[in-house]
């Protein structure tokens, strides 16, 4: 079982930067894929960003060039920078952790981010 904890979310105005941090209760050097994801009301659930174990990265095309992932092993935390804010970035974002060797994914329980417009 994996625990994921969630911080760093709150209001912004558009433009602005904010960061998002995801502590793991295990090694995430372990952890063959670490993501964020994001909802909004009425929306289904959408790909952000993820990092593997061995540092690739991968980005949505919405927020390609302004958000960037990254990752502590020493600190077993996520992160995600983000850069440029805009008011379509609104969103509860979640961090996700994919483990291959049990099959399995686990779900932070997300923080609100809010840029105004």
């Known amino acids: 079982q994996v625990q994921l904890v969630e911080s760093g979310g709150g209001l912004v105005q558009a433009g602005e930067s904010l960061k998002l941090s995801c502590a793991a209760s295990?090694?995430?050097?372990?952890?063959?894929?670490m993501s964020w994801y994001r909802q909004t009301p009425g929306k289904q659930r959408e790909f952000v960003a993820t990092?593997?174990?061995?540092?690739?990265?991968n980005y949505a095309a919405s927020v390609k060039g302004r958000f960037t992932i990254s990752k502590d092993n020493t600190k077993n935390t996520l992160y995600l920078e983000m850069d440029s804010l805009k008011h379509e970035d609104t969103a509860v974002y979640f961090c996700?952790?994919?483990?291959?060797?049990?099959?399995?994914?686990?779900w932070g329980q997300g923080t609100q981010v809010t840029v105004s417009s």
């Open positions: 996700n952790a994919f483990l291959i060797v049990t099959r399995d994914e686990y």
């Open positions: 295990t090694t995430i050097a372990s952890i063959n894929a």
């Open positions: 990092i593997s174990s061995g540092g690739v990265t």
